[in-house]
Nanobody, 127 residues
Framework: QVQLVESGGASAQAGGSLRLSCAPS????????MAWFRQTPGKNREGVAA????????FYADSVKGRFTISLDNVQNTLYLQMNMLKPDDTAVYYC????????????????????WGQGTQVTVSS
């Protein structure tokens, strides 16, 4: 059974940085597509960033472009999200997601296209 375990969520000041990690079991990060989503109370889950194993194509939400970087470490079998220049609007529960498919650009930040999900890790950014 595939399990995705996130870590790295914490409280930070605006302008600061955090790095989230996602360590899957029974899933190899070098296959398919992996992504980060986030959700705040009362809002729909939002796609933040995605990365495909083939060619390492990346996709980012406009709200995080230039500030967040998604990456894979095949040796550690881990997905990362480096978050810089944090803003209070980045406050959310962040979820790791994965699929064995290579998603299209249209699908990359859409949650229906992912089969596996982590439990989430809280990121809180204060001004």
């Amino acid at each position: 059974q595939v399990q995705l375990v996130e870590s790295g969520g914490a409280s930070a000041q605006a302008g600061g940085s955090l790095r989230l990690s996602c360590a899957p079991s029974q899933f190899t990060v070098s296959r398919g597509t992996m992504a980060w989503f986030r959700q705040t109370p009362g809002k729909n889950r939002e796609g933040v960033a995605a990365i495909t194993s083939e060619g390492r194509t990346t996709f980012y939400a406009d709200s995080v472009k230039g500030r967040f970087t998604i990456s894979l470490d095949n040796v550690q079998n881990t997905l990362y999200l480096q978050m810089n220049m944090l803003k209070p609007d980045d406050t959310a529960v962040y979820y790791c997601a994965a699929t064995l498919r290579l998603v299209t650009p249209r699908e990359a930040l859409g949650d229906p296209y992912y089969s596996y999900w982590g439990q989430g890790t809280q990121v809180t950014v204060s001004s």
